[in-house]
């Protein structure tokens, strides 16, 4: 449910109201689709206007900071069923939804790191789209006792995920060999090395490098799509999803810098000719010592 009410500074404010969290069936991964109409008209709200407040657990909610973000996290709402496609059962461990685009991307991504043994084991992709429900659940469920600012660093609050626009995939290999899914040890990997060398070919990039300034833990399972160059079909639009977190926090490895690189100018020194008729009054002065 959306409430809307203008505030005391006659902008619009909404606060967006959502169920107690519940396990999305199938468990981590989701397998229906949520209720997606109110959602949906949130998440216009979102990217469209940013409410001031962001809803986090149990009806708690917190002010957004002035660029937007709720702990951290810009807003991203939540695409549209209809606007997913699934990804091959076979290259994901759960179900797995993304934008068309993006689901061809990683669906050629899969089939090269298939193929080349400097894997070292089989990548899949283990969570994509995620609606506003399963994030909240995602969310809530995240260290029950942390405070939200606490849950902020390794999940970001519903409205508010990678997840929510269907561009984002979580990666891990099997066989796992004793490290979880969602944790720093798949940075040890040959896979995940494989990752950061070739993502960037199918237009993925690492949303969370290490020490990344926007307070979001690093992440080395966490990339999203946003194509090789903005005119690859589709990429315009997931490009303009994540502009402000491009620009103020770049991914690393990261596609197309969003901030143009700043060339510094090239500095020629030369030796500082005289002008001509300057060496003529010299050679006249030398003549003039030797008559002299
Ligand atoms: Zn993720």
Sequence with gaps: MINASPSRNNTRSFSMRLPLPSRPRGGQRETRMQPHLPLSLAAIALVAGGPAQAQLCN???????????????????????????????????????LRPEAAAALQRLLTAAAGDPAVQGRLYAFSCHRSLVHQ????????????????????????????????????????????????ACMAAKPAFRWLAANAPRFGLELSFPTSNKQGVKWEPWHWR????????????????????????????????????????PVVVRTIEQAPADEKGKKKRRRKERRRD
């Design 59 to 97: 009806g708690v909610s917190i002010t957004k900071s002035p660029d937007g973000r709720a702990l951290g996290h810009f807003p991203y709402g939540d695409a549209a069923p209809d606007a997913l496609m699934a990804v091959p059962p076979s290259m994901a461990i759960g179900a797995c939804r």
């Design 136 to 183: 909240q659940w995602t969310f809530c469920r995240t260290r029950e006792s942390a405070t939200g600012v606490d849950r902020a660093i390794s999940a970001a609050p519903p409205g508010h995920s990678e997840h929510g626009t269907g561009y984002a995939v979580d990666f891990t290999v099997r066989p796992a060999d004793g490290c979880p899914d969602a944790e």
């Design 225 to 264: 799509w946003v194509g090789k160059s903005s005119a690859e079909p589709g990429a315009a639009r997931a490009r303009f999803l994540f502009a402000k977190a491009r620009a103020a926090f770049p991914a690393n490895p990261a596609i197309d810098p969003v901030l143009p690189r700043v060339v510094p």
